[in-house]
């Protein structure tokens, strides 16, 4: 679930693990655009019936997905047109979704174990694809390897009438090979 994502996508892996060809995919001539400017041409769009949770508070929708050949380490995000179809409520806090079936409210919640594999793995995933540079789109140049904080350390007094008690602020960055 991506309540940022404003396309339901299905990653190809996924889809061929589903026994689905080329044959059930139609055409689309959209791009896709992500929030750091990179674009990719769907290989198509495919209708799959989605079920979230179990019977008796269960709920199954017909989804559109747009089929894309990318490395992933999930099989497929539910963006907005899933979740406001389903009329879902999403909880980040914790870990779980609410929605209305005909028997109640159903819930649906994150495994924390499978969330922390996910997470590794398209971090992983996201270092081997990733070039070392960073670029600086304010300059257009590539910045250092290592990257210092945008502003001095500036000291700040606890209390106004006790100077001689302060903590230092520091801008905080990850070292370029954690990027």
């Known amino acids: 679930m991506d309540t940022g994502s404003s396309a339901d996508m299905l990653y190809l892996d ?3 693990k589903l026994d689905l060809t080329d044959e059930d995919l139609k055409p689309m001539a959209s791009v896709l655009t992500g929030f750091t400017g990179d674009s990719i041409s769907p290989l198509g769009t495919t209708a799959l019936p989605v079920t979230i949770e179990e019977e008796p508070r269960a709920k199954t929708i017909m989804t559109t997905f747009m089929v894309v050949n990318l490395p992933s380490a999930y099989n497929v995000i539910q963006g907005r047109p899933t979740l406001n179809k389903l ?45 070392r540079q960073v670029m600086d789109a304010r300059e257009g140049a590539a910045a250092s390897e290592h990257l210092e904080p945008p502003e001095p350390i500036t000291e ?9 008690q302060t903590i230092k602020v520091e801008a905080t960055l990850p070292e370029a090979d954690q990027l």
């Open 87 to 131: 009329k879902v409520v999403v909880s980040t806090y914790h870990r779980a979704i609410k929605f209305p079936t005909p028997m109640g409210i159903g819930e649906s919640r994150s495994d924390l174990g499978e969330s922390r594999r996910c997470y590794l793995t398209a971090v992983a995933l996201a270092r081997k694809s990733c070039p």
């Open 156 to 164: 700040v007094p606890l209390k106004r009438n006790w100077p001689d």
């Open 14 to 16: 996924a889809f061929r």
